[in-house]
Structure formats: structure tokens, C-alpha cells
């Protein structure tokens, strides 16, 4: 009886060893079918050219379309980032300069920006690709993208902001300037030390206004 037992103890045992080993190796096949299925996805993802579904660039819808077609859609919704606009810079002493958008560099084209748009999320590798893809897709509304600010052309906009702040600088040269800050006027007395504008602050200043696309900006800080 003992060894009977001992016998049926052994099938009981391989049995459950078989049953295992075919859930496991059902397992690994499900799970290398599904990693094969996301790799296959992730590559179709990765080298579509169109845009993914679900996409919106400041109110404008521009999910599942190819670049032609998303540069026609941003012209036709007239995008603020396709306009070119002038910058009206005022100074203490009646000093300006004036920006256009365009010369500053802050004027995107159509195409490049469609550009951005059909490459978003086609950085990484496929499976994180994918994983963007369904970020964007499953997003209850509408995914805003944001794109990266355009690269200023410093070189002019230092250009122009120095041609204020060394006429400033002729101005007040010595001279004792007052700065009246409830009124915002400056006044000037003879035989005073000389005072500037801060170049690297109102640069910083000047190309938000540019990027957010304001049209005046009023600069009275003052440095002595």
C-alpha cells in the first residue's frame, strides 16, 4: 500500500509539473506574441508621416494628417506663430526702437511647423513611441502640443536695443538724473555721473514680448 501510494504520489506530481510547464510555456508565447504585436505597432507608429489623432496647436485641430495638410489647416486657421507683427520698444527720455516678428526670427513657416507636429513622438524607440501614441489617442480631449520656441536672432536684437541704450547713456552722461516712479518721468540736472539701461534684461524682456506676439512694450527700470 505504501509503495502504491507512493506511486500515485509521483504521477500526481509529474502531472502537475506538466501542467505547469504548458501554462508557462503558454505563457511565453502569449507574451512574445504581444511584444511582438507593440514592436510591430511601434514601427508602424514610428514611421508613419502623418500626425497622431487627437493633436490641437492653440485651438487648432491638427491630429491624423500629413504635413501638407497640416501646414494648409495652421494658414487657414490664420496661427498667431505664422504672423509677422512689429514690436514698439519705449525708453525713459522718448527713446524706442521698433522689432518685426520676422527679422527676430520669431516667425515660424508653415512647413516647419507641420514638420514638428508629424515628427511628435517619433523620438524615442518603438515601444516608447507607442506608448506616446496611446498617451495622445486615449487623452479624454483634445492633446495640446506645445512646441519648442523658435532660436532669436540675438545678434539683431541686441543690435537695436543698443542703439537706445548708448544714445541713453549720451544723455544722461554727466548729468544727475531723477527718477520720479509714481509719475514715470525722468529729469535730468546738469553736472551729474551717468546711469544705463540694463542691455541683458531688456533683451530677456523683449523676446517674450516677441514670442507671446505683443506689439508695445514699455521698459522704465533703470540701472545706476
Known amino acids: 500500500e505504501h509503495r502504491t501510494y507512493t506511486q500515485r504520489s509521483r504521477r500526481r506530481r509529474s502531472r502537475f509539473g506538466e501542467r505547469l510547464l504548458v501554462v508557462l510555456i503558454t505563457l ?7 511584444l511582438g504585436a ?6 508602424r507608429i514610428t514611421t508613419a508621416d502623418t500626425s497622431f489623432p487627437n493633436m490641437r496647436l ?5 491630429g491624423g494628417l500629413n504635413r501638407a495638410e497640416v501646414a494648409q489647416r495652421l ?35 508653415a512647413a516647419a511647423v507641420a514638420d514638428s507636429i508629424c ?27 506645445t512646441l519648442p520656441p523658435p532660436e532669436l536672432n540675438r545678434t539683431y536684437l541686441l543690435a537695436n536695443i543698443r542703439s537706445v541704450t548708448e544714445r541713453f547713456s549720451t ?9 520720479d516712479r509714481d509719475s514715470a518721468t525722468l529729469s535730468l540736472v546738469k553736472g551729474g555721473g551717468a546711469i544705463r539701461l540694463d542691455e541683458e534684461a531688456i533683451l530677456e524682456a523683449v523676446s517674450e514680448a516677441l514670442l507671446s506676439g505683443e506689439t508695445a512694450l514699455n521698459w522704465t527700470e533703470i540701472s545706476g
Open 171 to 179: 544723455l544722461t552722461a554727466d548729468r544727475d538724473t531723477r527718477l
Open 75 to 109: 494658414i487657414d486657421a490664420d496661427w498667431p506663430g505664422l504672423r509677422d507683427s512689429a514690436l514698439t520698444v519705449t525708453f525713459p527720455l522718448d527713446l524706442s526702437c521698433t522689432l518685426t516678428r520676422s527679422e527676430a526670427g520669431a516667425v515660424r513657416s
Open 28 to 34: 511565453a508565447i502569449l507574451l512574445l506574441l504581444g
Open 58 to 62: 492653440d485651438g487648432v485641430d491638427v
Open 38 to 43: 507593440c514592436a510591430y505597432w511601434g514601427y
Open 119 to 145: 515628427r511628435f513622438g517619433r523620438e524615442g524607440d518603438w515601444f516608447a513611441n507607442l506608448g506616446t501614441y496611446l498617451r495622445v489617442w486615449l487623452k479624454p480631449g483634445a492633446f495640446d502640443v
